[in-house]
């Protein structure tokens, strides 16, 4: 199953950490937030996450701060096609820069 989040529940998971996984997708991380992975979202990005992640029950939010960035939603399927259980996905922006510091 996959799920899109919103700003608030994005924060609110990034700022209690409870068993999630927090990957950003992106090709390079224009932002970065304490303590969560980078895998890049690619042809082989199942292959690498798995890797990385292999407890199929894990909570697991993917994101990008790239404003319309669709490659989030299709790496959340790829990811529940995959088995993962629990898959949420948010899109944010540059602006998301903040949340990791408690500011907006």
């Given at each position: 199953?996959?799920?899109?989040?919103?700003?608030?529940?994005?924060?609110?998971?990034?700022?209690?950490?409870?068993?999630?996984?927090?990957?950003?997708?992106?090709?390079?991380?224009?932002?970065?937030?304490?303590?969560?992975?980078?895998?890049?979202?690619?042809?082989?990005?199942?292959?690498?996450f798995s890797s990385q992640?292999?407890?199929?029950?894990?909570?697991?939010?993917?994101?990008?701060?790239?404003?319309?960035?669709?490659?989030?939603?299709?790496?959340?399927?790829?990811?529940?096609?995959?088995?993962?259980?629990?898959?949420?996905?948010?899109?944010?922006?540059?602006?998301?820069?903040?949340?990791?510091?408690?500011?907006?």
């Amino acid at each position: 199953m996959k799920y899109e989040i919103g700003r608030e529940v994005f924060k609110q998971r990034l700022e209690e950490r409870m068993n999630f996984a927090l990957v950003n997708i992106q090709p390079q991380m224009l932002v970065g937030f304490e303590n969560t992975a980078h895998v890049p979202y690619g042809s082989d990005f199942v292959a690498k996450f798995s890797s990385q992640f292999p407890n199929k029950t894990q909570n697991i939010i993917v994101y990008t701060t790239a404003e319309n960035d669709d490659t989030v939603q299709k790496a959340a399927d790829d990811l529940a096609a995959s088995g993962y259980n629990f898959v949420y996905y948010y899109r944010g922006s540059e602006n998301d820069a903040l949340l990791d510091k408690g500011l907006n």
